[in-house]
């Protein structure tokens, strides 16, 4: 028997390679810039086939990185930051502006291409945090806004405040400049979320190292958390397992570690408030909560709580009630303002917005990269993958048998339990719903993303069910786990939603099976995966799922060298050189990008994305806000010049098109304005309304003209 084993693990081995060589092909068909991934592939290819010959190795290999990986990270980090490494869409603006000073620099995206679907982070996110380095890092900017926005609740950008303690992502910005602090951010947000996963599976699966590092990659590098990188969503979930390792190691930590948390877990319990997320906050609070308690719970003989501990304790909660209360009381207003916006701030959710198939993994998410989706969007459908129907459908069967051990089997059944019950609430929130008045009191009425916490809850519960099944042999049945994968797959393969079909069939580059073969195809690799984790195979398993991940996950984002898509265009120069010698307000007419190209390059424009209502602006148009419900919203505006204003026009419930007068230019104090050369209505008019127009940028390699403003 232990030498069919061994020939199956050398089978699986040989698939596996055969496998990268499949994915290399297929990316390398997909990427132009895909020389880099060939080199990754082949690299992976030489370590996976040398397990043949050198598996000892590998395994020593491994320890030694589990072992000193807060050393090596620090040092990959440096190395990436030394090298602007970052994984931002900016490269969408070469697009836009298409004369470059540097032509060997048009193109810095050396893997993958950039996402006109990240429009949050390249077009709202970067533009904000560039753009604090010419506001000094200030509380308000006016960079954007002529009343001025709270650059904390702008999507947390850097600045000069002690809740920058609490926003290690963002310190780069004010210490390395902006294009340094795009890499610091990037680098930093994917090497931290590896270590604090790692930690949290660590402490979830009783230091299970094996299933703790693949755990961590199968969050980090997940779909969910990579189509998501930038803004909030990813840094929730972060923030919310900080919080889980922080708080577990408060009270089990000892010596100087013991300190080294007390300082930290107070800055994470700011840094999670300060998401201002509640869709997240509240179901991923929760759920850190409750795996604190049955965690400490769980290993209650490991802590020493002394009289000094209290004296912690009380430090903590003093620094945090302090430095939140006055970060609240100092931004009450615009705090009030971005509650009370049209949208998001009066969303109410009561669930029962999902269907049956979406307890599944998604099955296209692995093409999804390659080519956007015929339904919502590639960030909408973006989920992590899991396990959980197929777990949940065993946990009966260890259920059984915890109960009749008398409750002595080793199963760490604390975490099992409250996990299946968050997953059965999940489920029927998602399924049923509630009522809005219980939606309220449970705080559920702010989720309206609850399949994205299902399929995490699902994730560590999945692990959490494959951790126990290989510890406890008692619980460890052959024939119970086929039925419930027979079981399993049929729902899977049945509850595929037609969405999911026709994109399947019109997918652009031929796939060579249909897609009920496609999918029945992927569920039983999927399948094939979890059973080789459930029969200890753990080495098989983390291999095909790391196939998975470099399908999906890892090719996302493209590997971007520095920021010179905004810096390497001569528009950008010609704006620097206006804004030093005259700073006053832009406009962008006619636009949805290049008003915050314009923030990114320093510019204060003033139609630039707005997280709540600029009353500033809107009250000189519109002083009894008869359009209220029009500008009072999270906000990317589009602005035209007519005779007539004109509010009518809302393109999206983020997005506003809206036409302004001549005269209107004036009582905004506009002295520049930023115009596409097709939407030009200054074109061959020297003068209207007694308003002087002077253009003083036109460039035949970019379609782009910049006229000043004098008005009579």
């Known amino acids: 028997m232990e030498k069919i084993n061994k020939y199956l693990e050398k089978l699986f081995i040989v698939l596996i390679s055969a496998l990268l060589v499949i994915i290399a092909v297929f990316l390398y068909r997909h990427y132009s ?71 060997s620099f048009a193109n810095t995206e050396i893997v993958g291409h950039n996402r006109v679907l990240r429009g949050d982070e390249f077009n ?9 380095y010419y506001n000094d890092f200030k509380m308000t900017s006016h960079q954007m806004s002529i009343s001025g926005q709270n650059m904390i609740l702008g999507y947390n950008a850097p600045v000069k405040d002690i809740t920058q303690l609490s926003k290690p992502f963002t310190l780069g910005y004010m210490f390395l400049g902006n294009e340094r602090g795009l890499s610091w951010y990037w680098c930093s947000k994917i090497i931290l979320t590896l270590l604090v996963m790692y930690e949290a599976s660590f402490i979830l699966l009783r230091r299970n190292k094996t299933l703790s590092a693949l755990a961590s990659l199968a969050i980090t590098f997940s779909p969910a958390m990579q189509w998501w990188f930038a803004p909030h969503l990813y840094d929730v979930f972060f923030w919310a397992m900080t919080l889980f390792v922080l708080g577990y190691y ?67 909660g003093t620094y945090v009630i302090a430095v939140l209360g006055r970060f609240i009381i100092q931004n009450y207003s615009q705090i009030h303002l971005l509650m009370n916006t049209v949208y998001p701030g009066t969303r109410i959710s009561t669930g029962k917005d999902a269907i049956l198939g979406q307890l599944f993994n998604n099955l296209t998410l692995v ?8 339904f919502l969007n590639n960030n909408e459908i973006s989920t992590f993958y899991h396990f959980g129907i197929l777990c949940m459908f065993y946990f ?115 796939i060579i099976f249909k897609p009920k073969f496609f999918f029945a195809l992927e569920i039983l690799f999927f399948t094939l995966v979890a059973l080789l984790l459930f029969i200890k195979r753990n080495k098989l398993a983390a291999s095909f799922y790391m196939c998975i991940i470099l399908m999906s996950g890892l090719t ?34 006619n636009s949805t990008y290049e008003q915050n190209f314009l923030l990114a390059s320093g510019a204060k424009c003033i139609n630039a994305v707005n997280f709540y209502p600029d009353y500033g602006k809107w009250l000189l148009v519109d002083k009894y806000k008869s359009n209220d419900k029009v500008y009072n919203r999270y906000a990317h505006l589009r602005i035209n010049l007519g005779v007539k204003r004109d509010f009518s026009n809302e393109i999206a419930p983020d997005a506003a098109e809206i036409t302004i007068t001549y005269n209107d230019l004036k009582k905004w104090k506009v002295k520049y304005i930023l115009v596409e050369n097709n939407n030009d209505p200054f074109y061959n008019i020297d003068e209207a309304n007694n308003i002087q127009f002077t253009k003083i940028y036109e460039n035949s390699k970019d379609p782009h003209r910049i006229y000043h403003l004098n008005y009579q």
Not at 124 to 132: D, G, L
Not at 367 to 374: A, E
Not at 403 to 412: A, E, F, Q, T, Y
Not at 465 to 489: H, N, Q
């Open 33 to 103: 810039t895909s020389k880099y991934l060939l080199v990754f592939e082949a690299v992976l290819l030489v370590i996976n086939t040398s397990r043949l010959f050198l598996d000892q190795f590998w395994s020593k290999a491994f320890d030694y990185i589990i072992r000193y990986r807060y050393i090596i990270s620090l040092i990959v980090f440096c190395l990436l930051v030394l090298f602007k490494v970052n994984g931002s869409s900016i490269g969408f603006y070469n697009t836009i502006f298409t004369d470059t000073v540097d032509p």
């Open 124 to 132: 709202v996110q970067t533009p904000y945090y560039f753009s604090q």
């Open 250 to 316: 408060f009270f089990v930590a000892k010596g100087k570690t013991k300190w080294v948390v007390s300082v930290l877990a107070p800055l994470a319990i700011v840094g999670f408030v300060l998401h201002l997320f509640p869709s997240l906050q509240v179901p991923l609070g929760l759920l850190a909560i409750v795996l604190l308690i049955v965690c400490l719970v769980r290993d209650r003989k490991e802590i020493q709580f002394t009289k000094y501990d209290f004296i912690r304790l009380i430090c903590a």
């Open 367 to 374: 093409l999804t990269p390659y080519s956007d989706t015929n």
């Open 396 to 510: 009966v069967f260890i259920m059984y048998k915890w109960v009749k051990s008398n409750r002595k089997l080793d199963v760490n059944m604390g975490i099992g339990i409250s996990l299946f019950i968050a997953l059965i609430l999940e489920i029927y929130f998602m399924l049923i719903g509630f009522n809005q008045l219980i939606a309220k009191i449970t705080l559920f009425s702010y989720i309206n993303r609850m399949f994205l916490v299902y399929s995490f809850t699902a994730l560590i519960f999945t692990f959490w069910e494959i951790d126990s099944v290989t510890r406890e042999k008692e619980i460890r049945s052959i024939p119970i786990l086929i039925i419930c994968t027979v079981i399993y797959t049929v729902l899977h393969f049945i509850t595929i939603p037609a969405y999911n079909v026709s994109y399947v069939m019109n997918y652009p580059i031929n």
């Open 556 to 589: 996302v984002n493209p590997i971007v060298i520095g920021s010179s898509a905004i810096s390497n265009h001569k528009i950008y120069n010609v704006i620097q050189d206006i804004v030093k010698k005259d700073n006053t307000n832009w406009l962008a007419l």
